[in-house]
């Protein structure tokens, strides 16, 4: 086994040994042309300037390079000059997004994944960022841009004009936007098992989409590859999962994007089922605490969503309930409470319809409403 390893690698050596001569011969020493040369050093102005954040003038270095030496997709280039190219047009889709250009960016990454003889972690690299930009694009069509996860490398202004805007509204419509950037990144994952990065983000797209339970399969190989890996979005099911296998979150936050719906007290909370019910409670006169860690769980991390002291009761709301692999969570978070005798109330989906009928019924044992 060792030995045809050695074998291989010995290989692939002669191989590039031999495509670098090839090259060398063809285009009359890379290095050496007098072409590339200029519009290595211009290249090298331009990635100055972006990364100073002067991402137009380092667009207009950029365009310079490609006026001096041209790509010609049609042509067949080698290994040294790909990678050039990739470079140059992944730059220039990293600067167009940190403008909020996403069309433009986009487009560049879909440029830069078409040139050949690029390596798989290059791949790699220009579809998660192409998939970065489709879920920020969402958040544009959506009125609710978060910065988030979802970065390239560096923060952005957010200054987008309303064509751009509809322009992504159209396309969120006619093919989703969410769907766009969840075939990027199991693209990545395809090419690259073993990118946790690539896995969360998969499984986050999964989760907006209401694929519950292909979110589940993503995030448990987020957890098999990366086991203290950070939930950079604050998501509800990543957390429940981590909680199931007993793993301690270092640093668990609850992200202010998360929490969309303002309750009546002004509190925020997760979704529209949680917000019926905080307004319920604060309509029958009791006061509440929303996502708190509690001490007495088996795990660290476990928080209840909502506690009125009054009554010493917790309430559950699991809007996941009909999905079979999501019922051993939900089985495993009531255990908690009926071990430590804590008294629940907990809602379905099914109670969604009506949650205030529902509450009603199910805290008479407790209170009076």
Not at 103 to 116: H, M, P, Q, V
């Amino acid at each position: 086994m060792v030995i045809k390893k050695i074998r291989e690698t010995l290989e692939k050596r002669r191989q590039r040994k031999a495509e670098e001569i090839v090259e060398k011969n063809k285009l009359g020493s890379y290095r050496e042309n007098e072409q590339m040369q200029k519009a290595e050093q211009i290249k090298k102005e331009a990635d100055r300037l972006a990364h100073l954040k002067q991402y137009k003038t380092a667009i207009d270095e950029y365009n310079k390079v490609l006026e001096i030496y041209p790509f010609d997709e049609k042509e067949q280039i080698f290994k040294k000059s790909a990678e050039f190219f990739f470079k140059l047009y992944y730059n220039i889709a990293a600067s167009y997004s940190f403008l909020n250009k996403f069309d433009e960016s986009i487009g560049y990454f879909n440029t830069a994944l078409k040139i050949e003889n690029i390596d798989d972690e290059n791949k790699v690299k220009a579809l998660m960022s192409k998939g970065n930009c489709y879920y920020r694009a969402k958040q544009l069509v959506k009125g609710d841009y978060e910065e988030g996860a979802y970065k390239i490398r560096m923060e952005s202004d957010f200054d987008v004009d309303e064509k751009t805007i509809e322009t992504f509204r159209k396309l969120d419509e006619k093919e989703g936007l969410f769907k766009l950037a969840h075939n990027c990144f199991t693209k990545t994952t395809e090419l690259d098992r073993h990118n946790a990065d690539a896995w969360y983000k998969k499984g986050h797209m999964e989760f907006l989409m209401g694929q519950i339970k292909e979110a589940m399969l993503s995030f448990d190989n987020v957890f098999e590859l990366q086991k203290n890996y950070e939930n950079k979005e604050g998501i509800e099911l990543f957390d429940d999962i981590r909680s199931e296998k007993g793993i301690k979150a270092k640093h668990l936050k609850v992200l202010d994007s998360d929490m969309k719906f303002k309750t009546k007290t002004g509190h925020y909370v997760r979704d529209k089922a949680e917000k019926m019910i905080a307004n319920f409670i604060y309509d029958n006169n009791l006061m509440f605490q929303y996502n708190i860690a509690v001490t007495w769980a088996d795990k660290d991390d476990f928080k209840a969503t909502f506690f009125i002291p009054k009554l010493d009761l917790y309430i559950e709301h699991f809007k996941f309930d009909k999905i079979k692999d999501y019922q051993k969570l939900i089985r495993w978070k009531i255990k908690q409470y009926e071990k430590n005798k804590k008294k629940l109330v907990y809602t379905t989906s099914e109670d969604e319809a009506n949650i205030e009928e529902a509450l009603k019924i199910k805290l008479k044992p407790y209170t009076v409403l």
